[in-house]
């Protein structure tokens, strides 16, 4: 990875500051940029939060915490993602706005950094062509939360170079993670098996034909699954599982991607999970 040393993050939510600490951990040097340079601070400060937490329970060296943060460095400008070799966005899950995004990063970033995007569902090729080097933008989607979950799912979009997939693969893989390439399809590997499941959850409960603690409690102790599929939604949040049900939905036209009506009335509702203290559950 000797030609890969500076990884730009944009996003200061939760998975931006997991992305910041995977990067920074596996050596990186990592610029994290947000709207504001609060934000941006507070990213590396829920990093310091995270490490910490490893230094009590002896999973991580005193030192090595010390050098990751200082691999971290914040700030508000876009310019500041120039010379990176990589930056990855995480903002919000609207297409519009990572198309704009990408469009400027274009204009930002030097002519052989890779552009990715952490999309768990959009087209990575519709961001692609907002830039004059489709070649060299990819999907790479981390899963939430990025330090603990090994898989990582690098996309390839038909613009992309077989060169900018090789690098993300190994940028992934040097970040300690299980790399699978997978095709610009929504919803990619995981979420295209995933949410069609949790969907038919919420219809399974609307239809009465078990309470969603006993549709929960059934998964986990039928299927082995850590969490039953009402509390995963609550985890994700709400409404960006209803996006990506949307998104499946456009691509595919198949009744499961259809939204169960619960889910949206929950949105109405703002009842968005874990985020907002309650969704399936209250927390």
């Known amino acids: 990875m000797s030609e890969l040393t500076t990884v730009g993050i944009i996003g200061s939510g939760i998975m931006g500051s997991g992305l910041a600490e995977v990067a920074a951990r596996a050596g990186f040097d990592v610029v994290v940029r947000s709207r504001t340079r609060a934000s941006a601070d507070d990213v590396k400060a829920t990093v310091d939060t995270s490490l910490k937490r490893l230094v009590a329970k002896g999973k991580l060296e005193h030192a090595e915490r010390t ?28 297409l519009d706005v990572k198309r704009a995004l ?17 999309t768990s569902t959009l087209p990575v090729v519709e961001l692609a062509i907002q830039t004059q080097r489709p ?21 390839r979009p038909i613009t992309a170079s077989d060169d900018t997939i090789k690098t993300a693969l190994e940028f992934a893989t040097a970040c300690g993670k299980d790399a699978i390439e997978v095709a610009d399809r929504a919803g990619f590997v995981v979420n295209a098996l995933l949410f069609p499941y949790l969907n038919n959850a919420v219809r399974m409960w609307e239809q009465g034909t078990a309470s969603k603690e ?10 082995n699954f850590p969490m039953g599929p009402f509390a995963l939604l609550d985890l994700v949040g ?41 969704g399936f559950y209250r927390y």
Do not use: W
């Open 214 to 223: 006993d549709i929960d409690i059934a998964m986990q102790g039928g299927c």
């Open 135 to 155: 070649d060299r933008v990819c999907g790479i989607h981390f899963f939430n939360p990025a330090p603990m979950m090994k898989l990582v799912e690098v996309v």
């Open 67 to 94: 050098g990751t943060l200082e691999r971290i460095s914040c700030t508000d400008h876009l310019g500041r993602l120039a010379e990176c070799d990589l930056v990855i966005e995480s903002v919000v899950e609207d």
């Open 238 to 278: 709400i409404d960006t599982s209803l996006a990506i049900l949307a998104a499946l939905y456009e691509e595919f036209r198949e009744p499961n991607y259809a939204a169960a009506p619960t889910l949206r009335r929950m949105v109405s509702a703002g009842k968005l999970g874990r985020k907002t203290g309650e």
């Open 102 to 118: 990408f469009a400027e990063l274009e204009q930002i970033v030097k002519a052989d950094g890779i552009l990715a995007t952490n």
